[in-house]
């Protein structure tokens, strides 16, 4: 009889258990945030600091470990000035800041600037306030998603071939193409995407 009693309860035990309902599973951990850099001004100036130029380098460095990446140059004044004068200021900063990116090897088309003058303040102040955080450049490495790095690296190569009046045995170039064939299209697309920038040749579209 005891016995009975024990398989009686070990089955509505095990019965118990399969009625519990499943955990839910985790969820990914959200993607880490695009790297982000800042180059500040000093007041009514576009010009580049040592120490702003040292920063663009960091971007443009975070720009070539990410094939078909697209670069953010977005220009921000204090409040002192007007606002139509600070926003020309703002777009001569950012315009200041992509130049810079392009000489330190990030094609002109993979980069868009824009100057929003006084809004996004950094640190918020009243009218007239010249606040250092505030003159500043943001630019952000976004990696771009959604289509075949393999593809346009190829295309990439068909359209240097196709174009370029030079054939190099070795150099940036020809090494780029070899990151292609080799199955390595993050590493090819931004020395190719240079080469077609500088020679004034249109990118060719990215295929999905």
Request: proline share 10%.
């Amino acid at each position: 009889m005891l016995k009975s009693l024990f398989a009686v309860a070990a089955a509505a035990l095990l019965l118990g258990a399969c009625d519990e309902p499943d955990m839910p599973a985790a969820a990914p951990p959200p993607p880490p945030p695009p790297p982000s850099f800042m180059v500040f001004f000093d007041w009514d100036r576009s010009n580049l600091s040592s120490q702003a130029m040292n920063t663009i380098q960091q971007a443009a460095s975070a720009y070539k470990t990410r094939g078909g990446a697209r670069v953010t140059a977005t220009g921000h004044t204090d409040t002192s000035g007007s606002p139509e004068y600070n926003m020309a200021l703002s777009l001569r900063r950012a315009n200041t800041v992509k130049d810079a990116l392009v000489k330190e090897g990030v094609p002109a088309a993979n980069i868009s600037s824009t100057g929003v003058g006084e809004s996004g303040l950094l640190v918020k102040t009243a009218d007239g306030v010249r606040e250092p955080q505030n003159r500043r450049v943001e630019i952000v490495v976004v990696a771009s998603a959604g289509y075949n790095q393999a593809a346009y690296c190829a295309d990439l190569m068909a359209l240097y071939r196709k174009t370029s009046t030079a054939s190099p045995a070795q150099g940036p170039v020809p090494d780029a193409m070899a990151q292609c064939t080799a199955g390595n299209p993050a590493a090819g697309i931004p020395v190719l995407e240079k080469a077609l920038t500088d020679a004034r040749v249109p990118l060719p579209p990215k295929k999905m």
